[in-house]
């Protein structure tokens, strides 16, 4: 029963602690728009999408007005378009994907979403036509487009690490920066390298629309790194009583966003996925992952216990969010993407907070070296090994990991590239010069661990 303890609770925490509904996203499958003519195609694919979220972003200012819940962003994600190319693309590998891009633009533009996902391709064992003609056209598709987000899954802990792929995509990385040098080489934030990625994550750059989910459906995903700290404030106890602070205020966060999603199910007809609770930080000060990790006591966040706080964390978030919601999903648990949180940002200034540390944190979060800026003359290949280490985090331990970095052209270490938004502010950090050309140059499939031989 809902006491005025607890509504009273909820209005502070939206009030004061930057509580929200960080997206709705209306998950779309493609499949009935296949064609071997592509303008045909890219016909049925607006068509389809405008007519499923014609209402989403009407419905979501509703419910955001009705409840006095914001909701930050409406989306969309499709099915991996690389997949629905195939037709088109035939066997031609230099088939140009880049309309297809340029729909998802317009049928986002028409219907007034923040962001489009699903300019995707899912390559962690092998490649399609379609999959090679896709990535090599991710560089022209996010210079000309604004809201549309891309990713390719290039490794699982059943298939391995697909090298050939990594290697592909140190190279797309590196041109979209010098496509976008002119705008801080932003293209590189609106696309993001997985390794076991999910298919029903409602958050960009990474969203689309997984082969296994239904005709469409909606997923929602709840933020609150400000609650969870402000929680803490009042925690004096050891930290077997922190993380159950930190789990009962998930389970209070991921009810808000249970009764956000059956809400936005039920007006837009559409069955529920999934909840994703993860603590997505913003630059607006307070609402930071790395101040809820000093507030458990680090002196600043990248010190020596900065990687056990967060697992605890992020374990306890999960323990609250499946007691809340029987259909929790996505990604789920704790963010550390730099230049969206005010805390990260404090901290890589600061000098506590080397990109050595994050990788070693990505091993108990939800993603991975998220919004990372790094010199706009790094190699190529030093790109692409820092995808593979951070694949292989996630493939030996069955977890998502994933790479989101800029290299900021024309930037080098101690300037900062500024995006504004959610998207922030990101200093450029140091990374090793040394060359992994030849280990990246021999190609191949690292294989799946033995952990993978579950059957």
């Known amino acids: 029963m809902i006491n005025d303890h607890d509504?009273?609770?909820?209005?502070?925490?939206?009030?004061?602690?930057?509580?929200?509904?960080?997206?709705?996203?209306?998950?779309?499958?493609?499949?009935?728009?296949?064609?071997?003519?592509?303008?045909?195609?890219?016909?049925?694919?607006?068509?389809?999408?405008?007519?499923?979220?014609?209402?989403?972003?009407?419905?979501?200012?509703?419910?955001?007005k009705e409840y006095g819940i914001p909701i930050i962003n409406k989306r969309i994600s499709v099915t991996p378009i690389a997949q629905i190319a195939a037709a088109a693309a035939g066997e031609n590998k230099n088939f140009n994907c880049t309309p297809f891009a340029?729909?998802?633009?317009?049928?986002?533009?028409?219907?007034g979403v923040n962001f489009i996902g699903g300019?995707?391709?899912?390559?962690?064992?092998?490649?399609?036509?379609?999959?090679?003609?896709?990535?090599?056209?991710?560089?022209?598709?996010?210079?000309?487009?604004?809201?549309?987000?891309?990713?390719?899954?290039?490794?699982?802990?059943?298939?391995?690490?697909?090298?050939?792929?990594?290697?592909?995509?140190?190279?797309?990385?590196?041109?979209?920066?010098?496509?976008?040098k002119d705008a801080d080489s932003i293209g590189c934030a609106k696309l993001v390298v997985f390794a076991n990625v999910p298919d029903d994550n409602p958050f960009m750059a990474g969203a689309f629309h997984g082969v296994g989910e239904g005709e469409c459906m909606i997923n929602v995903g709840v933020s609150g790194p400000g609650v969870v700290k402000k929680a803490l404030e009042k925690c004096d106890g050891d930290l077997s009583a922190v993380a159950e602070t930190v789990k009962k205020t998930a389970f209070k966060i991921t009810r808000m966003g249970q009764l956000v999603a059956t809400e936005a199910s039920k007006r837009l007809g559409v069955p529920f996925g999934i909840v994703d609770l993860s603590l997505a930080p913003t630059p607006a000060v307070g609402d930071s992952v790395a101040y809820i990790l000093e507030e458990m006591g680090l002196e600043s966040c990248g010190c020596c216990g900065t990687t056990a706080a967060l697992a605890l964390l992020n374990d306890a978030v999960k323990k609250g969010g499946v007691m809340?919601?029987?259909?929790?999903?996505?990604?789920?648990?704790?963010?550390?993407?730099?230049?969206?949180?005010?805390?990260?940002?404090?901290?890589?200034?600061?000098?506590?907070?080397?990109?050595?540390?994050l990788e070693a944190m990505t091993a108990v979060c939800s993603v991975g070296l998220d919004m990372i800026a790094v010199p706009g003359d790094t190699d190529e290949n030093v790109i692409s090994a820092l995808i593979a280490d951070e694949a292989a985090i996630g493939v030996v331990n069955s977890k998502t990991t994933a790479?989101?970095?800029?290299?900021?052209?024309?930037?080098?270490?101690?300037?900062?590239?500024?995006?504004?938004?959610?998207?922030?502010?990101?200093?450029?950090?140091?990374?090793?010069?040394?060359?992994p050309a030849k280990f990246i140059g021999r190609g191949g499939r690292i294989p799946a661990p033995i952990q993978s031989l579950k059957n």
């Open 324 to 357: 809340a919601s029987s259909h929790v999903g996505g990604l789920s648990g704790a963010f550390i993407p730099v230049s969206e949180d005010a805390g990260m940002i404090n901290a890589v200034k600061c000098g506590s907070l080397p990109i050595e540390k």
């Open 102 to 111: 340029k729909t998802l633009q317009r049928a986002a533009d028409t219907c």
């Open 119 to 180: 300019f995707s391709a899912l390559v962690q064992k092998g490649f399609s036509v379609s999959d090679i003609a896709l990535i090599n056209s991710i560089p022209e598709a996010l210079t000309v487009t604004n809201n549309v987000c891309s990713s390719v899954n290039i490794a699982s802990t059943k298939a391995g690490i697909n090298m050939d792929a990594v290697a592909m995509m140190g190279k797309v990385i590196k041109q979209l920066a010098y496509n976008t």
């Open 403 to 435: 790479v989101r970095v800029i290299p900021a052209y024309g930037k080098t270490v101690g300037e900062s590239v500024s995006f504004g938004g959610l998207l922030g502010e990101a200093p450029v950090m140091k990374i090793s010069g040394y060359s």
């Open 7 to 64: 509504i009273l609770e909820t209005i502070n925490m939206i009030a004061q602690e930057h509580l929200d509904v960080r997206t709705i996203t209306m998950g779309i499958s493609l499949n009935s728009c296949i064609d071997s003519d592509v303008d045909k195609c890219c016909d049925k694919i607006y068509d389809k999408i405008c007519r499923r979220a014609e209402n989403l972003v009407a419905t979501g200012m509703e419910i955001e």
